[in-house]
């Protein structure tokens, strides 16, 4: 089936640690987004990629980076700067072109605790 | 980022009983999505509206993209216990094409 992938479903983070989590795509989008989901909070953008190995920064972008190198990936990485790492972080994808772009797809979502 | 106001934040609704929520901007949108989370899971996509007036049902599920662009609605008839979650609506900024989100609105039915 197609769809979008994240793993893990959980993950705990130790102080001074970098964590990586991981979005897979089989449904040939273009692109691809980040968001932080914080309790009783609507979405925040914090990377998109349009296109490989080119990516943009979102609202809050500070203390993650990403990568695009394949079109069908784009991890997150949570770096020791992020100081509030907790959050459910979703990734979703969706195809370009036309005067409006197709409805993005979400993963089922990645939640980071601190330990 | 871009704000969308969602409205209500909350509902307590009976089982059968209608509701209605809408998002509000001060700017134009190209595409309004409506979107409902459960509980650890990520949003899936309801409806899609994509011309201002459009008018679009999913079952139970109706939706309208505003007029004027900078609004849209969305109505459940006869609610059932399995409508409880979270609604998000999503809009495309017609000056960018980027996506934004309302903060949603938490949906609970009493059997």
């Known amino acids: 089936d197609g769809g979008i992938t994240q793993s893990p479903k959980y993950l705990f983070r130790k102080e001074g640690q970098n964590v990586t989590l991981s979005c897979e795509q089989n449904?040939?989008?273009?692109?691809m987004y980040w968001y932080r989901q914080d309790p009783g909070q609507g979405l925040r953008l914090i990377y998109y990629?349009?296109?490989?190995?080119?990516?943009q920064k979102g609202d809050i972008a500070e203390g993650y980076s990403v990568s695009r190198e394949k079109k069908e990936s784009f991890p997150l990485t949570v770096t020791s700067a992020q100081k509030n790492p907790t959050a459910f972080y979703l990734c979703a994808s969706n195809g370009l072109g036309g005067a409006s772009n197709q409805p993005q797809h979400f993963g089922d979502g990645t939640r980071l605790s601190i330990l | 980022g871009q704000q969308l106001n969602q409205s209500p934040q909350s509902m307590f609704i009976q089982e059968g009983e209608d509701v209605s929520m809408n998002c509000t901007s001060s700017?134009?949108?190209?595409?309004w999505l409506w979107y409902k989370q459960d509980p650890g899971e990520g949003p899936v996509l309801l409806i899609a509206?994509?011309?201002?007036?459009e008018l679009t049902s999913n079952g139970r599920l109706t939706a309208q993209f505003g007029i004027t662009r900078k609004d849209s609605f969305l109505n459940i008839s006869a609610s059932i216990p399995s409508d409880v979650g979270i609604y998000f609506c999503a809009g495309q900024l017609k000056t960018n094409n980027q996506f934004y989100f309302g903060t949603g609105t938490s949906l609970t039915v009493i059997p």
């Open positions: 700017s134009i949108f190209n595409t």
């Open positions: 509206l994509y011309k201002a007036g």
């Open positions: 449904l040939n989008h273009d692109a």
């Open positions: 990629s349009q296109i490989v190995n080119d990516f």
